[in-house]
């Protein structure tokens, strides 16, 4: 089993893609565009690697207007060294990929137009895969689309434009359930049908049931049924309902409690795990330590060091649970530990909790900074401990500061991303 994230590593440096209005989409400025985003690509691989990710969606953004006429480079040749290193780095791994074309690609729509760019939106998607060389196990993901109306109309519209598609998008493509219009049976019978793998979310079958009488299991080991040996491992999209947002949301971290009983009720052993959350690697690298087999408190010492400020700036009491939590060191005390964090990033931060935190980052640079850098920090902290700035502009003096004297310690700190 393998657990992962979509897209974007938080808090990890020099990984932010970079894209462009169609006016400014000059040759040249596409080609310093895909060059950065395909080095921010393997910098995330190189992360997921580092952190033991071996499931990670790439996004469709990668390639600045992939899909569409503006961008006539023939990049999948000009970066044909980058992919195949990229590439190489994904199988060697064991790592599996896949992308998700955003909402405007609806193969079932009723204008060709939308259709046609569909097809070359899937198109664009199964050639980057190519182009990294990886087999037919890493995955395109697809919603149904609409239903205008008739339903039975739309579904055998999108098998008649999925007959129009190419071997290269249809050895790759996999379907999904969504929270409005076609739910898990739809999508189930759909992929029957079809011969095409279907992935269940969990979320989605909440806010758009078959039937609440069958439950995440039953459906899990229904759409296992879709997949053939070539396509790998079945895979699943989990996310949990952010509390007091709109139905069908995505929660800003995963609940450990909540995903570790889920977790307990499936096979998971056959079963690969996307999770759709908002702080994206973040609850990846707690969902992975909490289901490891490698019990070595190592790990939850190392994510305590990149936790360990922002905790402190939510809440003393349960920085010193922590610091008390991980002094047996023949323990490995996995979920107590993602259960204080989660506890303590809910706490209201106030001023002293935020000086008290910025106060010990100080203590990094104090005996390296230049007199002028020591007077507008020690100022900054004093304003906010009077209340008279908010502690992100202290953050911002620390931050500068982490990077000019390349703090490393600090600089894989969430104190400043979280």
């Not at 999925?162 to 898990?184: F, G, M």
């Not at 910025?358 to 304003?383: D, M, P």
């Not at 009077?386 to 931050?399: A, D, F, Q």
Request: charged share 25%; glycine share 4%.
């Amino acid at each position: 089993m393998s657990i992962g994230y979509a897209c974007i590593a938080i808090g990890l440096k020099g990984a932010d893609q970079k894209s462009c209005i169609t006016k400014n989409a000059s040759e040249a400025k596409l080609n310093e565009l895909i060059e950065h985003n395909l080095n921010v690509l393997e910098v995330m691989i190189d992360y997921n690697i580092k952190n033991n990710i071996k499931l990670f969606r790439i996004s469709s953004d990668i390639i600045p207007f992939g899909s569409s006429p503006v961008n006539n480079l023939k990049w999948w040749e000009i970066f044909e060294s980058i992919f195949q290193r990229i590439g190489s780095k994904i199988k060697k791994a064991s790592m599996r990929v896949s992308m998700h074309p955003g909402q405007y690609t609806v193969l079932n729509s009723l204008n060709e137009d939308v259709v046609n760019r569909a097809i070359l939106d899937l198109e664009y998607s199964a050639r980057v895969l190519d182009s990294l060389e990886l087999s037919a196990k890493h995955k395109i993901i697809l919603h149904i689309g609409g239903v205008y109306q008739d339903k039975e109309q739309a579904i055998q519209r999108f098998c008649e434009n999925y007959n129009l598609l190419n071997e290269a998008v249809k050895r790759r493509l996999v379907i999904e359930n969504d929270d409005r219009s076609y739910n898990i049976s739809d999508v189930f019978q759909i992929g029957i049908n079809m011969k095409i793998p279907v992935v269940f979310d969990n979320l989605h079958n909440k806010v758009n049931p078959y039937d609440s009488n069958l439950d995440e299991v039953y459906w899990i080991n229904e759409c296992k049924k879709t997949w053939k040996e070539v396509d790998g491992v079945p895979k699943i999209h989990y996310s949990q309902q952010a509390q007091d947002k709109r139905v069908g949301s995505h929660s800003g971290t995963i609940r450990i409690n909540e995903f570790i009983e889920f977790y307990n009720q499936i096979d998971y052993d056959n079963i690969d795990i996307m999770l759709e959350v908002k702080d994206k690697n973040l609850s990846a690298v707690k969902c992975i330590n909490c289901t490891s087999t490698e019990r070595k408190i190592k790990t939850l010492e190392l994510e305590w060091s990149r936790y360990k400020y922002k905790v402190l700036e939510c809440s003393q009491e349960h920085y010193l649970m922590i610091r008390k939590l991980l002094i047996n060191k023949a323990d490995y005390p996995a979920i107590a530990f993602y259960n204080i964090i989660e506890d303590a990033l809910q706490k209201d931060i106030n001023s002293e909790n935020s000086v008290n935190a910025a106060q010990h980052v100080w203590g990094y640079f104090k005996n390296k900074v230049t007199e002028a850098e020591k007077r507008s920090c020690l100022k900054s902290i004093e304003l906010l401990k009077k209340g008279e700035i908010s502690s992100k502009s202290t953050k911002n003096i620390l931050w500068r500061l982490t990077v000019k004297y390349d703090e490393k310690y600090l600089l894989d700190s969430y104190y400043f991303d979280l």
